[in-house]
């Protein structure tokens, strides 16, 4: 198990990240969602992760930052979502329990983190679309690729169980994360009706969003 994170001081700055000001405190993330807050409704995890803590252990260091944007992807019946394609190598994990990670690659080159979400076989997830700096990301996280960078997030991290172990979702701070825009989905035209589908949901006036 991880050893939680209210054990490190919890106003200890890393005074390399750029993306914070140093008299900013760090959130305390506490310890990791449990299962049952990723097996519902997947429009409720989406929303109820605005706010939330990705945090990255890694080699050189924690990396943290606050999820202000996401989309849902409601499973195998919607259009846009890739598990709607079937059972295939790629979209095992999305069929499989919530709680995981599915991170694929784009375009060749940039990785998406998605959070599986609902019961084994109904193939639905979350992608986080963008973060707010909080500690030691590499750089701006207002995309699902610059997130993944920022965070040294790529395709080792695939299946990683989120509710344990190095990538996980904590709590964060306590207050409430604010008004919440619900837009469509990016990217999805080839979708249909899918397309027109309120499933991006962002924190309002945040800077550090995708788009508007």
């Known amino acids: 198990m991880n050893t939680p994170f209210s054990a490190e001081p919890p106003q200890v700055m890393d005074r390399g990240d750029p993306h914070v000001p140093a008299?900013?405190?760090?959130?305390?993330?506490?310890?990791?969602?449990?299962?049952?807050?990723?097996?519902r409704e997947?429009?409720?995890?989406?929303?109820?992760?605005l706010g939330k803590l990705l945090v990255h252990r890694t080699e050189r260091g924690v990396r943290i930052g606050r999820i202000v944007e996401v989309e849902a992807y409601l499973g195998a019946h919607d259009?846009?979502?890739?598990?709607?394609?079937?059972l295939t190598p790629r979209t095992r994990l999305m069929f499989g329990p919530p709680g995981f990670a599915y991170v694929y690659l784009i375009y060749g080159m940039y990785c998406c983190m998605n959070v599986v979400t609902e019961g084994e076989g109904h193939g639905a997830a979350v992608l986080i679309r963008a973060v707010e700096p909080v500690r030691n990301l590499l750089g701006p996280g207002n995309g699902p690729g610059r997130l993944c960078r920022a965070l040294e997030i790529d395709r080792s991290s695939n299946g990683k169980d989120l509710t344990e172990g190095t990538l996980t979702i904590c709590p964060g701070d306590p207050a409430p994360a604010g008004p919440v825009v619900c837009r469509p989905r990016v990217g999805v035209d080839y979708a249909g009706v899918w397309a027109r589908r309120l499933l991006r949901f962002y924190l309002r006036g945040n800077p550090h969003v995708s788009r508007p």
Not at 23 to 39: A, H, I, K, M, Q
Not at 42 to 49: F, H
């Open 42 to 49: 997947t429009r409720v995890v989406a929303r109820e992760l």
């Open 23 to 39: 008299s900013t405190p760090v959130p305390v993330p506490g310890d990791p969602l449990e299962r049952p807050f990723y097996d």
């Open 79 to 86: 259009k846009a979502s890739h598990s709607s394609r079937g």
